[in-house]
């Protein structure tokens, strides 16, 4: 509760609830909809799942009271365009990573993370920017991937992308969030943004 209400205070746009059980972020459902229910408007309020079945989406963003879909696994360009809205998050190491969006074309948005063996993303490291730039050509695109308040800058100089995404680069430990880190991330953020559009 504590990191949520400081992040909207501190100006982010969406917040993020985990709900893969594999995540040391994972948070239950009804744990997220105790933070949901006190958020104040134009706050969007996402969904992170992993290989998860659909019904339990459903029932589980239905609980915690969640706006927008982000799936981090398997799921098929099927199972991506049954959704409203949905972000679909890639782990890429290479350009190569970049032909499936063209199957994902009813998305919302791409979170591209960086590619690790055996994780779906939190992993707090950077992947080569030149290929989210060419993403952009794709779609809406979400900068993930070892961001910090060290670095945001010049990621969005560099790819200027929909939205960024953070995570392990404002925590002091998993799961729970630095919050001088948080608000310099956010404020170096939204700086940033202003001077790339």
Not at 158 to 170: K, L, N, Q
Request: proline share 5%.
């Amino acid at each position: 509760m504590e990191d949520a209400l400081a992040a909207v205070d501190y100006g982010a746009d969406a917040l993020g609830f985990v709900f893969y059980p594999g995540s040391p972020r994972y948070i239950l459902p009804e744990k997220a909809r105790e933070i949901t229910c006190c958020l104040p408007p134009f706050i969007t309020t996402i969904g992170v799942f992993a290989n998860e079945a659909q019904q339990k989406i459903i029932d589980v963003m239905k609980v915690a009271g969640i706006d927008v879909l982000q799936l981090h696994g398997d799921e098929s360009p099927e199972m991506c365009a049954a959704w409203h809205r949905v972000i679909r998050a890639l782990r890429v190491k290479d350009f190569t990573d970049l032909r499936p969006l063209e199957e994902w074309s009813k998305v919302s948005a791409f979170l591209l993370d960086t590619f690790s063996p055996g994780h779906f993303g939190g992993t707090g490291q950077i992947f080569n920017w030149d290929i989210a730039v060419e993403a952009k050509r794709f779609g809406k695109i979400i900068l993930s991937g070892g961001l910090n308040p060290d670095n945001i800058e010049r990621a969005i100089a560099r790819v200027a992308p929909y939205a960024v995404d953070v995570s392990s680069g404002i925590e002091e430990k998993k799961g729970k969030k630095d919050l001088k880190k948080m608000r310099l991330f956010i404020e170096r953020a939204k700086a940033a943004a202003g001077k790339s559009s």
